[in-house]
């Protein structure tokens, strides 16, 4: 079976006009969000993963002072999604938080972004099981869980090697290279083989995994398809379109 | 005062040459030049001095002369002493060469001076050594003086540096890294305030420009007794303008009427000082001709592929000749077509910047022992290195600038009184005009050249943060010093402030970062690197060269299964490397290889097997652009139909027929063409200013274009003419109104902010200003890495602070460089109301060449676009499986 089957027959309404890409993932409708964030209509259920807030603090405590806009950046995106979907869950898929010290040299302003962004709605941070402790201990809104079922799909923060159908997972920050003439372009990307989905990064500075790295060998069992983020819209791109680095 | 600095009355040898260089001279049977004399002169007086003289002329040994004169003189001492004498190259070859050179002279005359060399090259355990014990003369590279103004021993080591010279001086001023050594010199200035700056060059178009360059600037209220920076100093609160103590009020300039029993090393007019300036006496004026195939003039093309048999004789006419290309991709084709019909096999070389240095080298070392007939070349080869065998110059292509040719001819014949030898070779009928042009300036030994510069902020961060890690400084004493480095003489303290603050924090609006300063205060409120490890970082990212990414081309090699990196063929772009697939074969180092992957730094390559074609095309086109002095003569060239005469019989007969079919534009005009062609509309304008300002001009008449409902699809653009083709009609258009030059405000900005150059200039920015680091201990970061992280940042700093001093500085960059929008809005000030409008039933003459090269040059557009296509091609994959289906 070719992964081409993921794709939508029929495009589903947008919820938003954002350019998603409609698939059917282990038998799930849902949307690849332009955003890098995935749509479950059914389960009303919105999913960003690595988020990695306050990775421009980590650099500078380090001596590199990156503008220290990304959390603003990343939490004003999240609004937006959440703003044009008013999802009844809210799920961040791991690495939320760029390391241990970040929730430290979190803003008060961005913690109470953070709050707003729960009121009203199931706030899930599936953030696998080391980071379940320091989460707890960080009095943050919603709720740690290791791993999340809904409907066929399991969601949780780092794929499983080998086949795990219905896995929906982050942590490699998928992105893909394409080349055409003298002209090429990287772009975050979903990867997909209509079985499992791995979400591209949605934190304002995280950087990304090209597509052919070995990393993502042991998830698919036939080449997947990359669902490219543009400006406007998610362009489904094929294996063979993709180039390593 | 005058111009011209002639030291009166004629400087005699017998005053000015003590006996042991007299009898050196004449045991040569040389004589002194009167320019090398003048030198003498100007140093014994105390006095910055800029030499400009003919290559040939014993340029080097003036710039040292005064300096081996007083080493030879001083007394001997049983103290260690410091660095007398420091010379400033701009590439690391001439470093070695001069090492080399001056060497003759010292052993010669027996003195008593020591000189070494320091570059990028030099061993760890030598630069030590050179620390511990310097050197009289110390040959090295601006990058190496940077890295000395971030060692905290400097100022010892320079305290009794008598004299700086730079050679080739016109290399190093314009552009950022000529901003780095500036204000390097102005902190050499600080260790050693007497020192004197001498500036050498062959070829200078404006040398008012570079004697205020190369001296220091608004120095009265700089402390020049002692150097401390707590003496004279006002007392100024950080982040508060200095009103009250503006410098004009604080010291009183010195007073220049009384004469001074200590010389002072300045002379200038009201605000700017500048150097002396000793001119030598002209060389012959070189021989320029052009080779012109009768009657098969190319209509496009850059490879000037038809005329290499011609080439190929004129290497055999000549003793020596070096091939000049104008980029490493035309150095590679050109060298492998003179190979394939070399018949005589003649020992012809190869050699530019992406080489393997050992194999640069070799090629250096057979020159100079006179084995080889002609070398094929870039600009690498464009300064200083002395092959006396040298008698022809070949510029393949045209050369763009008459400086750049100049400074090339001069490559040949280093004997002053024979004409140097040169051949242009056009690579098509516009070439042909602009060699023609180019001829002409020659002859009038007229230079066109870079323009004043204003110092960049980003490299003054970088600058700052190297002070920093040397010693603490003082704030107020640092703004002065900054100040006397002429790119930043006009530095307002809130621009400098604004650079301090960057250093410190980021230089962010939100000011979440106090407590990771980078520099701090320390008790005494001075300044200073916040601790060893990062002093340690920044010495590691010290230089203003980072241009372009490179990866190292290696031949593969397969170990437990694995291909690995073995011999090191070169370096190549990343860019371009990174664009290949795996089995593509491409042209490098004079062979064809096959492409097998990138890992890490290292590109992997096997060798093609033999008559294999080089599949892939090319990497880049000319990197020069046309100057805007050798244009304005090619336009006049077109203008005046007398001088047409010159031209081979075809181009002549190509203008003629433009006049009769199209229009002949007068010297001021713009002459603007609409025709149809297939379902195409096309709009072709000429306003001969160069590739750069002309694909900005392209991108904006698009932009205007689409905004009028005209549907453009797409555009092209090379040095003399920019085509633009649309779905609806041209020809009916208010060019008056499509050319105004308020194109250059709100369609410039909101281009800019999404164009991939602003991204690029950024990037350049954020690695100068130390905001990204290039190196890490232990580890370096690949352009690829680089480009994408600061691409990201970019795109937040841009939505949440857009007047960042990183992005101003962006923006400053993309203006001057990479879109030149400078030189666009002197072409747009320059046509308006002098547009000519022909709407023609077919294509021109004139309109040939920019089409031809519709389909070679990619046409730009949004990265998106790119996408969309791809995505199509799965669309149809998609669509074909459908149908399979269906037959099942």
């Known amino acids: 079976m070719s992964a081409l089957h993921a794709l939508h027959r029929g495009r589903l309404e947008d919820p938003t006009p954002c350019g998603s890409l409609w698939v059917i993932l282990h038998g799930t409708d849902c949307a690849l969000r332009c955003s890098g964030a995935l749509w479950l209509p059914e389960a009303r259920m919105l999913v960003a993963a690595d988020l990695h807030l306050e990775k421009g603090s980590a650099y500078a405590a380090r001596g590199q002072l990156l503008p220290p806009y990304d959390t603003a950046d990343t939490l004003s995106r999240l609004e937006a999604e959440v703003a044009a979907l008013d999802p009844a869950v809210l799920v961040l898929l791991g690495d939320s938080f760029h390391d241990a010290g970040a929730m430290g040299r979190l803003a008060a302003e961005a913690a109470m972004r953070l709050a707003a962004l729960a009121r009203g709605r199931t706030l899930l941070w599936a953030e696998g099981n080391h980071d379940v402790e320091l989460l707890n201990a960080a009095a943050l809104p919603g709720e740690v869980v290791d791993e999340l079922h809904v409907a066929s799909l399991i969601l949780r923060h780092e794929p499983h090697p080998g086949p795990a159908p219905g896995e929906v997972a982050g942590h490699l920050h998928p992105c893909a290279k394409i080349v055409r003439g003298r002209s090429s372009t990287r772009r975050r990307a979903f990867l997909t083989d209509g079985l499992r989905l791995v979400l591209p990064a949605f934190g304002a500075y995280a950087g990304g995994l090209n597509a052919r790295d070995a990393a993502f060998a042991p998830l698919f069992a036939h080449a997947p398809i990359a669902a490219v983020l543009g400006e406007r819209r998610v362009y489904p791109l094929a294996w063979e379109a993709l180039r390593g680095d | 005062m005058d111009a011209i600095a002639a030291p009166s009355p004629e400087p005699r040898a017998e005053d000015l040459l003590p006996q042991r260089f007299r009898d050196w001279f004449a045991g040569r049977d040389w004589e002194a030049r009167p320019h090398q004399l003048a030198m003498i002169e100007r140093g014994r007086a105390g006095r910055h001095a800029l030499l400009i003289a003919p290559t040939g002329g014993g340029k080097t040994l003036a710039g040292f002369l005064p300096s081996l004169i007083e080493l030879s003189e001083r007394p001997p001492s049983a103290e260690p002493r410091s660095v007398h004498t420091l010379y400033i190259s701009p590439l690391k070859a001439l470093a070695v060469d001069v090492h080399r050179n001056l060497g003759a002279p010292i052993a010669e005359m027996g003195l008593p001076v020591t000189v070494e060399a320091r570059t990028g090259d030099t061993s760890l355990a030598k630069r030590e050594r050179q620390k511990l014990h310097p050197p009289d003369i110390l040959i090295t590279t601006p990058e190496q003086l940077a890295l000395f103004c971030a060692w905290p021993g400097g100022r010892a080591y320079f305290a009794e540096l008598k004299v700086v010279i730079l050679d080739e001086i016109h290399a190093l001023h314009g552009s950022k890294r000529g901003d780095l050594l500036n204000l390097a010199l102005a902190r050499l200035q600080m260790f050693a305030p007497g020192m004197r700056r001498v500036g050498l060059s062959a070829t200078v178009n404006d040398p008012d420009m570079l004697r205020r360059w190369l001296v220091p600037q608004n120095t009265f209220s700089l402390p020049f007794e002692g150097g401390g920076a707590g003496e004279g100093v006002r007392p100024q609160p950080f982040r508060e303008t200095p009103n009250e103590a503006a410098p004009q009020e604080a010291s009183p300039a010195p007073d220049r009427t009384h004469p001074d029993p200590c010389p002072s090393p300045f002379e200038g007019e009201g605000n700017m000082y500048m150097a002396d300036l000793v001119l030598g006496a002209p060389g012959a004026p070189p021989v320029v001709d052009m080779l012109v195939s009768r009657n098969a003039s190319p209509w496009s093309g850059w490879t000037a592929k038809h005329a290499i048999p011609d080439v190929y004789e004129a290497i055999k006419s000549a003793r020596t000749a070096l091939v000049f290309v104008n980029t490493r991709f035309q150095a590679e084709l050109s060298f492998q077509m003179l190979w394939e019909i070399n018949e005589e096999s003649l020992p012809i070389a190869l050699h530019h910047g992406s080489l393997?240095?050992?194999?640069?080298?070799?090629?250096?070392?057979?020159?100079?022992?006179?084995?080889?007939?002609?070398?094929?070349?870039?600009?690498?080869?464009?300064?200083?290195?002395?092959?006396?065998?040298?008698?022809?110059?070949?510029?393949?292509?045209?050369?763009?600038?008459?400086?750049?040719?100049?400074?090339?001819?001069?490559?040949?014949?280093?004997?002053?009184?024979?004409?140097?030898?040169?051949?242009?070779?056009?690579?098509?009928?516009?070439?042909?005009?602009e060699c023609q042009a180019a001829r002409e300036a020659v002859a009038a030994n007229d230079l066109d050249g870079d323009p004043e510069r204003i110092g960049a902020r980003d490299i003054l961060a970088q600058h700052i943060m190297g002070l920093a890690c040397a010693e603490p400084f003082d704030l107020v004493a640092l703004y002065d010093e900054v100040r006397s480095s002429s790119p930043f003489a006009e530095l307002t303290w809130e621009g400098f402030e604004q650079v301090v603050d960057f250093v410190a924090t980021g230089g962010y609006a939100l000011r979440t970062y106090d407590r990771f300063h980078r520099i701090v205060r320390n008790p005494e409120g001075l300044y200073t690197v916040r601790n060893g490890e990062t002093a340690q970082r920044h010495r590691m990212n010290v230089g203003a060269i980072i241009d372009i990414p490179m990866l190292n081309v290696r031949l593969a090699s397969v170990r437990a299964k694995q291909k690995v990196g073995g011999r090191k063929i070169g370096e190549m772009e990343e860019s371009y490397l990174e664009q290949l697939a795996t089995g593509d074969t491409f042209l490098f180092a004079g062979q064809v290889w096959r492409f097998e992957g990138i890992t890490g730094l290292d590109a992997l390559v096997t060798p093609a097997p033999p008559g294999t074609e080089a599949k892939t095309p090319s990497w880049g086109g000319s990197k020069f652009a046309l100057s805007t002095y050798l244009a304005a003569r090619v336009r006049r060239m077109i203008a005046e139909r007398e001088r047409w005469n010159v031209l081979p019989d075809d181009v002549q007969e190509w203008l003629q027929i433009q006049s009769v079919r199209s229009y002949i534009p007068s010297t001021d005009e713009m002459l603007v063409e609409t025709f149809r062609r297939g379902k195409r509309c096309f709009l072709v304008c000429y306003p001969f200013d160069g590739r750069i300002s002309h694909g900005t001009l392209c991108q904006l008449l698009t932009r205007r274009l689409e905004r009028l409902g005209r549907q453009p699809l797409g555009f092209v653009a090379n040095d003399y003419a920019l085509a633009v083709w649309a779905m609806k009609p041209l020809d009916d258009l208010d060019?008056?109104?499509?050319?105004?030059?308020?194109?250059?405000?709100?369609?410039?900005?909101?281009?800019?902010?999404?164009?991939?150059?602003?991204?690029?200039?950024?990037?350049?920015?954020?690695?100068?200003?130390?905001?990204?680091?290039?190196?890490?201990?232990?580890?370096?970061?690949?352009?690829?890495?680089?480009?994408?992280?600061?691409?990201?940042?970019?795109?937040?700093?841009?939505?949440?602070?857009?007047?960042?001093?990183?992005?101003?500085?962006?923006?400053?960059?993309?203006?001057?460089?990479?879109?030149?929008?400078a030189r666009l809005g002197r072409l747009l000030t320059r046509i308006r109301g002098r547009i000519a409008v022909r709407s023609l039933p077919r294509v021109s003459p004139f309109a040939v060449p920019v089409l031809l090269e519709i389909g070679r040059e990619t046409v730009a557009g949004a990265a998106d676009a790119l996408l969309a296509e791809s995505a199509d091609e799965l669309i149809a994959e998609a669509m074909r499986l459908d149908d399979a289906e269906v037959a099942a």
């Open chain 2, 356 to 433: 393997a240095v050992e194999q640069r080298r070799k090629v250096e070392a057979a020159m100079a022992r006179d084995e080889l007939r002609a070398v094929v070349c870039t600009s690498t080869l464009d300064l200083g290195i002395d092959w006396g065998g040298v008698d022809l110059v070949i510029q393949l292509a045209a050369p763009k600038g008459s400086a750049r040719l100049i400074q090339r001819i001069g490559r040949a014949n280093h004997r002053l009184d024979e004409a140097s030898r040169a051949l242009l070779v056009p690579a098509h009928r516009f070439e042909i005009l």
């Open chain 2, 735 to 821: 060019f008056d109104q499509l050319f105004q030059e308020d194109m250059l405000g709100d369609d410039l900005e909101a281009w800019l902010d999404e164009s991939f150059l602003m991204k690029r200039a950024f990037r350049h920015c954020a690695l100068l200003s130390g905001l990204i680091e290039r190196r890490m201990p232990g580890r370096e970061k690949t352009g690829r890495q680089v480009t994408f992280s600061t691409d990201l940042i970019y795109d937040v700093l841009r939505r949440h602070q857009p007047d960042h001093l990183l992005l101003q500085c962006a923006r400053a960059d993309a203006a001057t460089g990479s879109l030149d929008v």
